[in-house]
């Protein structure tokens, strides 16, 4: 008996389903509950994985017609290599993360009961397979509502807290605000196709063939980019991202910045490239610029945060305007007719995106581990967890310096990727475009050092110096399961960083599918061990020789440090004499991002308020200080108080008309009955 | 039976039909609303049975029947035991004053004439001119909604208004068929039932039946 990827990827679907049902039989036994139901879901994704690997390696195309949902509109379902390629992505992640739930799940017990995370858990799961799956427009809307619907309840999980409960809201409806807008550009495809006569073009097949008139395919595009950019956290879109990830359990706040999100990125892609294949070259350069402010807006904002996980919820803004760059620059590029280096900028986003996934969801793995152990998530409160948690503070540094960009791990790569496409670009036929790629490398450049030095203090002011807190609670390291799905993690984004070529060989079936040309990154005399992205004398980069130098050095200063006894000397601080020194005199989050709150401070709304207590004898010693800072962010106040506040307007305007008496409402019913006869007469 | 004479006892029936909904927009009374409303239902189940035997549809004779024993017996006497029980049969207040609302009743009469001209002159039906008629009393029922405050009131208006659209089905089509017929028969049956229960429960609530008091049930 032979299987097809896709049967093997729909059993994935059908055993979370399974879970499902299973689940709740088990609540009366939590423990086994958990145990179960996250088991199931990890074997889930290994299929899931081996599903999508398969397609991508193979470059298969394969589909099933399910005869289900409504009459004469089955369900088409369909995998090829761009949806591999996200199944892999999906799986990859979900599978480290379902291993690591059995433990971190664990913690929830004897506090609440975990059925519905449980639950709603594999329910997302199989969402976001189903949304990659999907090949029509009724399908893929199904879909991504479970998946809408399923995250929802996960950020609702610890629902008595009204700020998870006001953070769920407001995801809920930017996720239903951008699927209103996907709905639309989905029904402008499949009317166009079919001149708005029957419902045959609901398929993507009949949208792939249509030929689209270039300014209706343009509106389809724009209203998909729009709600596909509010379910990434697309700067301006982005205000539910920083809400809603810290609130969820982190297991699922790894997957929905991990890899819910990287739907929306697999939307544009399938959307733009797929469905659509023409559209003006300014739709790419929108998308380009979209990216650009959202990485280093995201990066900024990440940097005044002093919450753990808002932290990494805000860095999400930033990747995701990272992967955006490398698709914009590929969309650009195929306006302009230049394959190559058009399927260089979709291969770098596409990497960028399983980096991304990989390292976010250890990093929240990791914040996760810490939340866990401490019960904090402000690092103001934290400080020298690597004496008690040495697993994780190793795992959450790899995590670190991956998404910093730092060789050799896998952020180096795909950034240095698309920093080739920004460089290899020749001179573009358009003014706008000549001015926005060099300005687009600086700022991408800009991006990534502030990210390393958010990254520093997130992991410095977490992990290292003493507790800051009042009293230091019984930390515990992580147990196994949740060090396992760490760690898994922490190798996939060595692995990736090191063999760099192997994985672009893999997927190098996308563009040539969807742009018609490989990047035959890995060609050359040098085989694997180079990555040599257009030509060999332009730029190269071996992950694998960079990693054996790194490590060479490290042996060498090991031994140089250890063999002789006496090189290292452990001796008090130096308090310059003060004698009274205490951990509330360390660095903390606030003082170490002041120089960058001050240098863009005019980016954010921010209130601070030094006070001295009146008593002071003098200003110059005072008996208490008072420091208070608040940072918003404008975009709350510029874009969504005035539509806030201009729907509450049109509400209680049209409010007056309920007046709560029947008459009233009988006399609007025979108003309009008298006006529609009269006007249809 | 004449083709002719048909359509004069078929006209004069409708017009026995609109004078009873004039009366029960000016009466005051709740008995003798009731008692108009029998009557037109009585008007309406012997027009049925006329236009039956001109058009020789004989389904006509089962709703004609149906008509008879609900709208002319059993409705009036569900009504009437409503409002012995909850004691309302005092005299009706009205938002608008009598003459007041007789001159709109005036105004949709010529207005239904207004609308349906152009269906009349291409019907070849018998009951054509009718048809106005019918449309009015809809109206007039819809108006009747309107103007009384009491919730006993606004179910006749209801009531009258489906008489209104039974009429019109009559005189438009010769009925609709059996099977819709049957199916209407019984959810008015069933609204009336549904009505008396919330009737009681309003008076129990409220102690009244005025529905100006049910404006408490708004939220603000």
Redesign the interface.
């Known amino acids: 008996m032979t299987f097809t990827p896709i049967e093997i990827i729909s059993s994935a679907v059908l055993l979370l389903f399974l879970t499902i049902l299973i689940a709740p039989l088990l609540r009366g036994r939590q423990r086994l509950l958990i145990n179960a139901s996250f088991t199931m879901a990890s074997a889930a994704s290994l299929l899931g994985l081996i599903g999508g690997v398969w397609v991508v390696a193979g470059g298969l195309t394969s589909r099933i017609i399910l005869p289900v949902g409504l009459p004469d509109l089955p369900f088409h379902l369909r995998v090829d290599p761009l949806a591999g390629f996200f199944i892999t992505v999906i799986s990859l992640l979900s599978f480290f993360v379902s291993l690591y739930s059995i433990g971190y799940v664990k913690g929830y017990i004897g506090r609440r009961p975990v059925t519905s995370l449980a639950v709603f858990y594999c329910l997302f799961l199989s969402g976001m397979l189903m949304v990659v799956l999907a090949d029509d427009a009724l399908f893929f809307l199904i879909s991504w509502e479970v998946m809408a619907a399923a995250s929802y309840f996960l950020v609702m999980f610890e629902d008595e807290r009204i700020e998870n409960r006001r953070a769920a809201l407001l995801y809920l409806v930017v996720a239903h605000v951008g699927a209103i807008a996907i709905l639309l550009s989905f029904g402008i495809m499949a009317g166009l196709t079919t001149g708005f006569e029957s419902f045959s073009g609901y398929t993507f097949d009949a949208m792939r063939q249509a030929e689209v008139p270039l300014k209706w395919s343009t509106a389809a595009f724009l209203l998909a980019l729009f709600g596909f950019a509010a379910k990434a956290g697309v700067v301006p879109l982005h205000v539910w991202l920083p809400e809603a990830h810290p609130v969820a359990p982190s297991n699922v706040s790894a997957l929905m910045s991990g890899v819910m999100l990287k739907t929306a990125i697999y939307g544009i892609v399938r959307v733009s490239f797929d469905l659509l294949g023409t559209f003006p070259w300014w739709c790419g350069a929108i998308v380009l610029i979209l990216g650009l402010i959202s990485a280093v807006m995201g990066v900024l904002y990440a940097l005044m945060q002093h919450d753990l996980k808002r932290l990494l919820a805000y860095h999400s803004v930033e990747n995701i305007g990272i992967i955006l760059i490398g698709i914009g620059l590929s969309m650009v590029f195929v306006s302009f007719n230049m394959p190559l280096l058009a399927a260089l900028g979709l291969i770098a986003g596409l990497y960028h995106t399983m980096n991304h996934a990989v390292f976010k969801g250890l990093l929240f793995m990791g914040a996760g581990a810490v939340l866990h152990a401490t019960n904090e998530r402000n690092m103001e409160e934290m400080g020298g967890l690597i004496h008690r948690m040495p697993w994780t503070a190793a795992l959450f540094l790899i995590g670190c310096v991956s998404i910093s960009a730092l060789p050799p791990f896998n952020g180096f790569v795909s950034e240095w990727l698309t920093f080739q496409a920004f460089l290899l670009s020749p001179a573009l036929p358009s003014p706008l475009l000549k001015l926005l790629i060099p300005m687009g490398a600086a700022l991408l450049a800009l991006t990534g050092a502030l990210a390393a030095a958010c990254f520093v203090k997130a992991f410095g002011v977490t992990f290292l110096g003493q507790w800051r807190g009042h009293n230091m609670p019984r930390v515990h390291e992580a147990d196994w399961f949740m060090r396992f799905g760490m760690i898994l993690g922490a190798l996939s984004c060595l692995l990736l960083g090191i063999l760099p070529a192997l994985f672009i060989d893999w997927m190098d079936i996308i563009p040539q599918q969807l742009i018609g040309t490989k990047t035959g990154a890995s060609s050359g005399a040098y085989g694997w061990l180079w990555l040599t992205p257009v030509a060999r004398e332009r730029a190269s980069y071996s992950g694998m020789i960079v990693f054996g130098g790194i490590l060479l050095v490290v042996v060498a200063a090991y031994i140089i440090l250890h063999v002789k006894p006496g090189t290292i000397r452990r001796v008090p601080v130096w308090d310059c004499g003060f004698g009274k020194l205490n951990p509330r005199m360390q660095y903390n989050a606030t003082s170490f991002s002041m120089p960058i709150r001050r240098i863009f401070g005019f980016l954010f709304n921010i209130r601070e308020r030094v006070q001295l207590t009146p008593r002071a004898i003098h200003k110059a010693f005072p008996k208490r200080l008072y420091y208070y800072l608040r940072v918003r962010d404008r975009f709350w106040s510029w874009l969504y108080k005035p539509i806030v506040e201009f729907s509450l307007f049109l509400s209680r305007y049209a409010g007056r008309l309920q007046q709560g008496r029947i008459q009233a409402y009988l006399i609007y019913s025979f108003i309009t009955i008298i006006v529609l006869l009269v006007f249809s007469r | 039976m004449d083709i002719n004479i048909a359509a004069q006892l078929n006209s004069f029936l409708a017009a026995f039909v609109l004078l009873t909904a004039f009366g029960m927009l000016v009466q005051r009374r709740m008995y003798g609303l009731v008692h108009l409303f029998a009557w037109q239902g009585l008007f309406l189940s012997v027009n049925t049975a006329v236009v039956g035997f001109v058009a020789g549809k004989h389904h006509l004779y089962i709703s004609s029947l149906l008509t008879l024993t609900l709208k002319v017996i059993l409705l009036p006497y569900i009504l009437h035991v409503l409002i012995r029980r909850l004691k309302v049969h005092k005299e009706v207040e009205v938002?608008v004053n009598i003459p007041m609302t007789m001159l709109i009743g005036i105004a949709l009469v010529i207005?239904s004439y207004?609308?349906m001209s152009?269906v009349t002159q291409l019907s070849t039906l018998v009951t054509r001119s009718t048809l106005a008629v019918a449309l009015a009393t809809v109206?007039i029922g819809?108006?009747m909604?309107?103007?009384r405050?009491h919730a006993v009131t606004?179910i006749i208006g209801f009531l009258a208004m489906e008489n209104g659209l039974f009429f019109a089905a009559t005189s438009a089509t010769y009925g609709m068929p059996l099977v819709v017929e049957l199916g209407v028969a019984i959810d008015v049956l069933i609204a009336a039932f549904i009505f008396g229960i919330f009737f009681f429960h309003i008076h129990t609530t409220f102690d009244s039946l005025d529905?100006?008091q049910?404006?408490?049930?708004?939220e603000d």
């Open positions: 938002v207005f207004y609308l152009p109206m819809l108006l909604m309107i103007t405050k606004q529905v100006d049910m404006e408490r049930l708004k």
